[in-house]
């Protein structure tokens, strides 16, 4: 039975070559990479645009959003990836039996807490991924892969903010 | 030859139905690596796992390394690759408020769809997050439309920066990393924990 529940995960080098391959693939096929805060700010237009129309036609975010972006906003390259993340994500939990509704955090802290900090860290990786004008995924590992001098001022303000401040959050972690 | 999709060898459509394959890939191999655990990914900050280091900076490397190569084979013209542009100011700040995200978070947005993809609630609660944060900055945006937009730099990639060759910065960065995972092995032998 521990057999079975113990989340074996592949070893990380194997993952880092096979996570670079996909980069690689997505840059041949379709001369891009991969990202996730895109496909979020596609959802949020969309959103506004069907919810208040007259807003989304005055405020000056969605009025350059559509001036940059022809149809659907949903229609985007990004939003189909994301779809798949979340297919890919679940076979794999489903491969390696790691389906489970769980909230994860160090024994010190209860759950409740987590979910505050859980939710406080998602806004800002919302409002920051939107400055950075993509986040982990589409600025710091997407650019890097081209040399991008912004993706790799991303991935360094990124990793040594969390180092700086990693102090300060112990206590949600271990 | 490549990109395919640029140099229309490939239709607009299929490219969309290809993104979300590459999806799939990308979803899987995250949670493979174990990029589903926020435990495991905060981790690395405190030295007691370092799987965020090892993956991250190998698929780097192999993706950078990858496009160097086929593009010496004459397989892809990187011209046509879309390389990021570079606003600086704004670049720092987000990174900055990215990185305290991520600390408190647990996640980034890539990893919290990988983790809600399991089940992981902490996760589902991270992309309502970033949700929110979306819609704040779009609704703010007036405000801070300018810094925004200050310090723009076209596209440069980072070789042209230093003006040294891109094979020779690719060893520079492959050098770094092979530095960082022995520092990280180290930093897992002193510092043990059980996997989450």
């Known amino acids: 039975m521990s057999e079975i529940k113990k989340s074996k995960y592949m070893n990380p080098y194997i993952a880092g070559v096979l996570l670079g391959l996909v980069v690689l693939a997505a840059n041949f096929i379709s001369g891009r990479s991969v990202g996730a805060s895109g496909a979020i700010k596609s959802a949020i237009v969309a959103g506004v645009e069907t919810v208040a129309p007259s807003h989304a036609e005055t405020a000056t975010f969605y009025k350059e959003f559509s001036q940059g972006h022809k149809g659907n906003p949903l229609n985007s390259w990004l939003v189909y990836q994301m779809l798949g993340v979340v297919v890919g994500g679940f076979l794999s939990g489903v491969i390696s039996k790691r389906l489970t509704w769980k909230v994860e955090h160090s024994p010190k802290i209860q759950s409740r807490t987590r979910l505050i900090f859980a939710l406080a860290g998602g806004v800002l990786f919302g409002i920051g991924s939107q400055f950075g004008r993509g986040c982990t995924s589409g600025s710091a590992l997407s650019g890097m892969a081209v040399l991008s001098l912004g993706g790799f001022i991303s991935m360094m303000a990124i990793f040594g903010t969390a180092f700086a401040l990693a102090y300060f959050f112990r206590k949600l972690w271990i | ?196």
């Open chain 2, 1 to 196: 030859m490549g990109p395919l999709v640029v140099n229309e060898i490939i239709s607009e459509n299929t490219n969309l139905l290809l993104a979300f394959f590459i999806g799939i890939g990308f979803g899987f191999v995250l949670e493979q690596g174990g990029f589903s655990s926020s435990r495991k990914l905060a981790g690395v900050f405190y030295g007691y796992d370092s799987v965020v280091l090892k993956v991250f900076f190998t698929g780097a490397i192999t993706a950078m390394l990858g496009l160097l190569f086929m593009s010496l084979f004459g397989w892809i013209d990187l011209n046509l690759v879309y390389v990021n542009e570079t606003f600086i100011w704004s670049a720092i700040i987000g990174g900055v408020v990215m990185g305290a995200g991520f600390i408190m978070g647990g996640y980034c947005p890539g990893t919290s769809f990988c983790g809600a993809a399991i089940g992981k609630i902490d996760a589902m609660i991270f992309i309502v997050g970033l949700f929110l944060g979306v819609f704040i900055f779009a609704e703010g945006y007036p405000l801070w439309e300018g810094l925004y937009k200050a310090g723009f730099m076209g596209s440069p990639r980072i070789s042209e920066f230093f003006n040294v060759s891109e094979g020779l910065f690719a060893l520079f960065v492959i050098i770094a990393a092979v530095l960082m995972f022995w520092g990280a092995e180290w930093a897992e032998k002193k510092f043990p924990r059980e996997e989450y």
